[in-house]
């Protein structure tokens, strides 16, 4: 008999094991796994013996919720809360005003630069007893701190000595989700819409409080709700309590809610006969409209608006500015503490010479009418998120105006959600741009955090990858793109070395060869991309509409809608002139930036042909011809992808099952499409070089008949 109980308690231990390892990705990197390495878990027992959150607000309610559940499944063990300190080994958070042993151990001096968000984590004595210490001037403070806390624990980092402070160096960091009404989310990848309407407001689906929790653990303080191609209807009663009924859940975890207004609304839901910013009826809509939204959310963060851009309505429609527009919705916010991000990505009606200089062209003029609660949104790049662009010149352009950059965590242009590829490079690069707007040294990353202009209204935005899906984000590395996000908003000047690392260790393991390997795929995987799709400064050659896939060939339509627009390839070469021979877009930067792109010598080649129509013979750095050099490029980003998929391989039964073969699986679509994008794209572009690829490369399996018409048919989002 007591054998027999041997066996069936074996067998129990080995089906509990089993569904232990089984992973759909649903907890992100917030898994709170046993400790795996036994010194580690040994230490951290013996340092971590209980804890005490004190205050009672529904923040610092979430934080004692998230310590409680990370401790537990961290240490393996459930982890004694107390209502008083009284022994060694303690975890102590609060803030000064909430918990008297905060209180009592006089941080103020240490707490005093670190405004409401920001937080300090230390070992120190409490009554001769020693105690692990998570202190803020602000219950989201908390919060941030204990999940600060946690992914230390995660990552196996030691907390014998800890000192640590942390505050955000961007006052608004949040995600632009384009979601729609009808549940569609435009540039979605994974699924449909998280905001169920038609469940709220009475239901809160528990993804709900796992999405707040998740951008809590990075320090996003802020969701734009709906699309920018907005729908009015949103500000209308009905929808207006269901996103309260959103805005009472999130404001437990930090985070503020956010709509885009459509510019019509008077109109289209207010019964106006115009949308005129400077009409009397229409401001006194537009405030009133506030404050009705203001009695049900009185947190409300404000409006996005996208105006005068692919169709959307907009204050130029009645011959008024953008300024105008964005002082009219800014008046009627800024009495409740609202503030009214404007976007900057606009189209002219008729086709500019040269897309890339128009929002500079547009908002430069502009600078120092907006009212102080205006933002104005500004891509990272001035086309728009292609794998590679430079950064864009309204970045330091305007002093007297804020300036915040919206960047995108989906893949509109990078794979949707099939390809692997890491976006922290694509940021970073951006970020860590020299504006030399103010002399050298005048970082994009300073102009956003406001240090450059001494402004004190900061912002920053990512334009969501998330849908219903059960991971998320459908593919299981894209979650990386979401955490990057929030690590840069939170500290634009982290690497984006250190935060895969993060991520890697809380989202996969600790194991130090998993660790390197998963890193240099993602570290990589970028580059990757840029190389089978666009390559030497190549840009928007995508397939027509959903931007899937190569389509070098689209000439049909709006001009600078096509592909030929950007890449000008003729029988002399290839590239966009954008120098003052050209269309001199590379003016609209500052001296030491326009003379580097300006010079075919000087300027990277990275971006070469983003700034030159650059002649097909045209000696590299590398001393092959431009043409030979474009055929290596694209063919170095194929031969990337297949070392991705071998070092992918090597983890095998080192990280769970489940992921591990879906993103084998991904690697290998990932492959064939990346030879789709190589093989179109050289064949169409030898059309106008008359130039043989080179010998040595793998030559293209079909003819370019065949690139040109492939559809696609297992591409989620893709139709």
């Given at each position: 008999?007591?054998?027999?109980?041997?066996?069936i308690?074996?067998?129990?231990v080995?089906?509990?094991?089993q569904v232990?390892?089984?992973?759909?990705?649903?907890?992100?990197?917030?898994?709170?796994?046993?400790?795996?390495?036994?010194?580690?878990?040994?230490?951290?027992?013996?340092?971590?013996?209980?804890?005490?959150?004190?205050g009672?607000?529904?923040?610092?309610?979430?934080?004692?919720?998230?310590?409680?559940?990370?401790?537990?499944?961290?240490?393996?063990?459930?982890?004694?809360?107390?209502?008083?300190?009284?022994?060694?080994?303690?975890?102590?958070?609060?803030?000064?005003?909430?918990?008297?042993?905060?209180?009592?151990?006089?941080?103020?001096?240490?707490?005093?630069?670190?405004?409401?968000?920001?937080?300090?984590?230390?070992?120190?004595?409490?009554?001769?007893?020693?105690?692990?210490?998570?202190?803020?001037?602000?219950?989201?403070?908390?919060?941030?701190?204990?999940?600060?806390?946690?992914?230390?624990?995660?990552?196996?980092?030691?907390?014998?000595?800890?000192?640590?402070?942390?505050?955000?160096?961007?006052?608004?960091?949040?995600?632009?989700?384009?979601?729609?009404?009808?549940?569609?989310?435009?540039?979605?990848?994974?699924?449909?819409?998280?905001?169920?309407?038609?469940?709220?407001?009475?239901?809160?689906?528990?993804?709900?409080?796992?999405?707040?929790?998740?951008?809590?653990?990075?320090?996003?303080?802020?969701?734009?709700?709906?699309?920018?191609?907005?729908?009015?209807?949103?500000?209308?009663?009905?929808?207006?309590?269901k996103?309260?009924?959103?805005?009472?859940?999130?404001?437990?975890?930090?985070?503020?809610v956010?709509?885009?207004?459509?510019?019509?609304?008077?109109?289209?839901?207010?019964?106006?006969?115009?949308a005129?910013?400077?009409?009397?009826d229409?401001?006194?809509?537009?405030?009133?409209?506030?404050?009705?939204?203001?009695?049900y959310?009185?947190d409300?963060?404000?409006?996005?608006v996208?105006?005068?851009?692919?169709?959307?309505?907009?204050?130029?429609?009645?011959k008024?500015?953008?300024?105008?527009?964005?002082?009219?919705?800014?008046?009627?916010?800024g009495?409740?503490?609202g503030?009214?991000?404007?976007?900057a990505?606009?189209?002219?009606?008729?086709?500019?010479?040269?897309?890339a200089?128009?929002?500079?062209?547009?908002f430069?003029?502009?600078?120092?009418?907006?009212?102080?609660?205006?933002?104005?949104?500004v891509?990272?790049?001035?086309?728009?998120f292609?794998?590679?662009?430079?950064f864009?010149?309204?970045?330091?352009?305007?002093?007297?105006?804020?300036?915040m950059?919206?960047?995108?965590i989906?893949?509109?242009?990078?794979?949707s959600?099939?390809?692997?590829?890491?976006l922290?490079?694509?940021?970073?690069?951006?970020?860590?741009?020299?504006?030399y707007?103010?002399?050298?040294?005048?970082f994009?990353?300073?102009?956003?955090?406001?240090?450059l202009?001494?402004?004190?209204?900061?912002?920053?935005?990512?334009?969501?990858?998330?849908?219903?899906?059960?991971?998320w984000?459908?593919?299981?590395?894209?979650?990386?793109?979401?955490?990057?996000?929030?690590?840069?908003?939170?500290?634009?000047?982290?690497?984006?070395?250190?935060?895969?690392?993060?991520?890697?260790?809380?989202?996969?393991?600790?194991?130090?060869?998993?660790?390197?390997?998963?890193?240099?795929?993602?570290?990589?995987?970028?580059?990757?991309?840029?190389?089978?799709?666009?390559?030497?400064?190549?840009?928007?050659?995508?397939?027509?509409?959903?931007?899937?896939?190569p389509?070098?060939?689209?000439?049909?339509?709006?001009?600078?809608?096509?592909?030929?627009?950007?890449?000008?390839?003729?029988?002399?070469?290839?590239?966009?002139?954008?120098?003052?021979s050209?269309?001199?877009?590379?003016?609209?930067?500052?001296?030491?930036?326009?003379?580097?792109?300006?010079?075919?010598?000087?300027?990277?080649?990275?971006?070469?042909l983003?700034?030159?129509?650059?002649?097909?013979?045209?000696?590299?750095?590398?001393?092959?011809?431009?043409?030979d050099?474009?055929?290596?490029?694209?063919h170095?980003?194929?031969?990337?992808?297949?070392?991705?998929?071998?070092?992918?391989?090597?983890?095998?039964?080192?990280?769970?099952?489940?992921?591990f073969?879906?993103v084998?699986?991904?690697?290998?679509?990932?492959?064939?499409?990346?030879?789709?994008?190589?093989?179109?794209?050289?064949l169409?572009?030898?059309t106008f070089?008359?130039?043989?690829?080179?010998?040595?490369?793998?030559?293209?399996?079909?003819?370019?008949?065949?690139?040109i018409?492939?559809?696609?048919?297992?591409?989620?989002?893709?139709?």
């Amino acid at each position: 008999m007591k054998s027999l109980y041997s066996i069936i308690l074996i067998v129990l231990v080995a089906v509990n094991f089993q569904v232990a390892k089984a992973e759909d990705g649903y907890r992100l990197w917030l898994r709170y796994d046993l400790v795996a390495d036994p010194g580690i878990l040994k230490s951290y027992n013996k340092l971590i013996k209980g804890w005490i959150v004190e205050g009672d607000s529904p923040v610092i309610q979430s934080a004692k919720k998230e310590l409680d559940k990370g401790l537990e499944g961290l240490l393996g063990h459930k982890v004694q809360s107390f209502t008083s300190p009284g022994g060694n080994g303690l975890v102590i958070a609060g803030t000064p005003s909430g918990s008297p042993v905060v209180a009592s151990l006089k941080l103020n001096d240490k707490l005093a630069g670190l405004g409401q968000e920001g937080y300090l984590i230390i070992n120190t004595k409490y009554r001769n007893k020693k105690v692990i210490v998570i202190a803020s001037n602000g219950d989201a403070g908390v919060l941030y701190g204990v999940f600060n806390f946690l992914r230390l624990l995660q990552t196996n980092q030691p907390v014998k000595s800890l000192s640590i402070t942390s505050a955000p160096k961007i006052k608004i960091r949040l995600l632009n989700h384009w979601d729609n009404l009808d549940r569609s989310v435009e540039r979605g990848y994974a699924g449909l819409s998280l905001w169920n309407w038609e469940t709220l407001p009475g239901k809160l689906d528990e993804r709900y409080t796992d999405y707040a929790r998740a951008n809590a653990s990075v320090g996003i303080n802020g969701t734009v709700l709906t699309n920018v191609n907005a729908n009015a209807l949103i500000l209308t009663k009905d929808y207006l309590l269901k996103v309260a009924a959103l805005a009472d859940l999130f404001r437990s975890y930090g985070t503020r809610v956010y709509l885009t207004a459509r510019f019509s609304a008077p109109v289209e839901i207010g019964n106006l006969k115009t949308a005129d910013p400077l009409d009397p009826d229409v401001i006194k809509w537009w405030k009133a409209k506030a404050d009705e939204i203001y009695s049900y959310i009185p947190d409300f963060g404000g409006f996005v608006v996208k105006a005068n851009s692919e169709g959307q309505p907009g204050p130029q429609d009645y011959k008024r500015t953008h300024a105008d527009g964005a002082n009219t919705l800014a008046d009627a916010v800024g009495p409740h503490g609202g503030i009214v991000m404007w976007r900057a990505f606009v189209y002219d009606n008729n086709v500019p010479d040269d897309r890339a200089k128009q929002a500079y062209n547009e908002f430069v003029p502009l600078d120092g009418k907006f009212r102080d609660n205006v933002i104005i949104q500004v891509k990272n790049g001035p086309v728009d998120f292609q794998p590679r662009e430079p950064f864009h010149p309204l970045f330091g352009a305007m002093p007297r105006t804020p300036i915040m950059p919206e960047l995108q965590i989906t893949q509109e242009y990078l794979g949707s959600s099939t390809h692997l590829v890491y976006l922290a490079p694509l940021y970073e690069e951006c970020l860590k741009s020299d504006t030399y707007a103010k002399g050298k040294g005048s970082f994009v990353a300073k102009v956003i955090d406001g240090s450059l202009d001494n402004h004190k209204l900061t912002a920053i935005a990512g334009v969501a990858n998330t849908g219903d899906v059960r991971n998320w984000t459908g593919h299981p590395v894209a979650q990386s793109n979401w955490y990057a996000f929030g690590r840069l908003a939170w500290d634009p000047y982290l690497t984006s070395e250190m935060i895969a690392d993060e991520w890697i260790r809380m989202t996969f393991s600790n194991n130090q060869e998993t660790l390197r390997t998963i890193s240099r795929i993602m570290l990589d995987s970028r580059e990757a991309a840029v190389k089978y799709m666009t390559p030497l400064g190549l840009h928007l050659i995508m397939y027509s509409g959903h931007h899937y896939g190569p389509g070098p060939w689209v000439s049909r339509g709006r001009q600078d809608w096509t592909s030929v627009y950007y890449h000008k390839a003729d029988e002399k070469g290839i590239g966009f002139n954008r120098t003052s021979s050209g269309s001199n877009a590379v003016g609209q930067y500052f001296p030491p930036v326009r003379d580097l792109y300006e010079n075919i010598v000087t300027c990277p080649e990275n971006l070469l042909l983003w700034f030159h129509h650059v002649p097909w013979d045209y000696k590299m750095k590398s001393g092959r011809s431009l043409w030979d050099e474009l055929c290596y490029t694209y063919h170095d980003g194929v031969k990337t992808v297949q070392l991705m998929q071998n070092q992918w391989e090597s983890i095998k039964g080192f990280i769970d099952n489940d992921r591990f073969e879906t993103v084998k699986t991904l690697l290998i679509r990932q492959e064939r499409d990346a030879k789709i994008w190589r093989d179109g794209c050289i064949l169409y572009f030898q059309t106008f070089s008359k130039k043989p690829i080179p010998a040595d490369l793998e030559k293209p399996e079909h003819d370019l008949d065949y690139y040109i018409n492939h559809k696609y048919t297992d591409i989620p989002g893709i139709s």
